[in-house]
């Protein structure tokens, strides 16, 4: 069984990579997109979404980090990811599954779901590109506004030479609104030759038993669950108990610290609270923390309401002396 860590734009950066593989269970990460249009781009900007090509590709705790690029046309994708992978990436991935109303109306994500002969091209472009001993996956989602295609264009994807695939259970249309249809995945896999990575609405380990029983594939990508309970990974592989909540304000904390002091701290304040709406999913104590939390607008104020609740799980014990 393998498990990957999902790129979620804005949410799952460089730090929140960090996090989340030092818990533990994770095989690889996906970065955010790189967005390419009609050029070569800077080795800076490669830097910036994956500041991890400096050490090696990977994460502080070892898990490999690839490189996601964005766009739709073959030839300029082909060149960014021989950039990427010489700096490092250990492979590439294509996004044909961003559903963002902006990327898709610059024919990039999901809308090239329209278009399976572009899919192919693309694939094909970076495929003959890229070193043979690099993989290229790939990230798409049912379709656009319905399954018509889906079969072909897996079917195009993997002829193209991907050697990967990863399949987001819902139609753009769809957006994330439950359920994930997951023996879409099985039919899919019944099309083509190459390994198919379950994507789509797990939350939990029953939840992603169930993914893999009805997509018939053992191998799972975890984005928003992996958000809502950060050691789901570990629950999944290793059958532990989810993550305490004191710890989990422990994590916080932490990872409160590294943006603060980083270059994104300017983004803190929308990404904490972005996060703990997903924690509400999992935690009731994380319900009652956010009506406080949402109402700062200060980094500091947010630390110090996060100290504060870190300190309580401690004052029994100071009481004591």
């Known amino acids: 069984m393998q498990i990957i860590l999902a790129p979620m734009e804005g949410v799952v950066d460089h730090l929140m990579r960090d996090m989340l593989t030092r818990i533990g269970g994770f095989d690889l990460c996906i970065t955010e997109f790189v967005r390419v249009i009609d050029q070569r781009l800077p080795r800076r900007v490669f830097r910036r979404i994956c500041p991890e090509l400096e050490q090696d590709g990977k994460t502080a705790a070892g898990v490999p980090v690839r490189v996601q690029l964005l766009g739709q046309e073959p030839h300029w994708l082909a060149e960014n990811a021989v950039r990427a992978v010489e700096m490092g990436s250990p492979g590439i991935d294509l996004n044909f599954g961003c559903p963002a109303k902006t ?25 003959m590109a890229v070193p043979a001993g690099q993989p290229v996956s790939v990230k798409i989602r049912l379709g656009y506004e319905d399954t018509a295609q889906t079969l072909d264009n897996a079917s195009a994807i993997a002829e193209a030479g991907a050697d990967v695939l990863t399949v987001h259970a819902r139609t753009k249309s769809d957006g994330y609104k439950p359920p994930a249809y997951w023996p879409w995945i099985a039919q899919i896999r019944q099309r083509i030759q190459i390994p198919v990575i379950a994507n789509g609405e797990i939350w939990t380990p029953a939840q992603a038993k169930q993914c893999q029983l009805e997509a018939t594939t053992n191998d799972i990508m975890l984005g928003r669950g992996a958000l809502a309970l950060p050691n789901l990974a570990q629950c999944i592989r290793q059958q532990q108990a989810p993550m305490p909540w004191p710890e989990v304000i422990a994590l916080l904390m932490q990872y409160s610290e590294f943006e603060v002091a980083g270059d994104k701290a300017k983004y803190y304040c929308n990404r904490i609270k972005q996060w703990f709406s997903y924690l509400k999913l999992q935690y009731p104590e994380a319900v009652v923390l956010f009506q406080q939390l949402r109402l700062l607008r200060r980094p500091d104020d947010i630390l110090i309401l996060l100290q504060k609740t870190l300190n309580s799980f401690t004052l029994p014990a100071k009481s004591l002396q």
Not at 105 to 127: F, M, P
């Open 103 to 127: 990327v898709n109306k610059s024919r990039g994500g999901a809308v090239l779901l329209k278009d399976t002969e572009r899919l192919y091209q693309i694939v094909k472009a970076v495929r």
